[in-house]
């Protein structure tokens, strides 16, 4: 399956594949297993990362997904 760069259609509280913006120098593209969840006033945020490192996953900014 090919990247979906619509998080909106991505599962709630479900692992999916997450990949991390990769325009900083900092913080290159990585792949992430991970779910996307609702925040503070029902807005979309990172939930739970289940494989990769947890700092990273937390600190990037996810641009796309796709079903694992």
């Known amino acids: 399956m090919e ?3 619509n998080l909106n259609e991505a599962p709630i509280d479900t692992p ?3 990949l991390s913006r990769n325009d900083s120098p900092i913080l ?3 792949e992430f ?3 996307i969840t609702y925040g503070r006033k029902d ?3 990172r939930g739970e990362c289940l494989v990769g ?3 990273y996953f ?3 900014a996810m ?3 796709k079903v694992l």
């Open 33 to 35: 297993v991970g779910t």
């Open 28 to 30: 290159p593209p990585q």
């Open 63 to 65: 641009v796309a997904w």
């Open 53 to 55: 490192d947890p700092d």
């Open 58 to 60: 937390y600190r990037s």
């Open 43 to 45: 807005e979309l945020t």
């Open 16 to 18: 999916i594949q997450l």
């Open 3 to 5: 990247w979906n760069y």
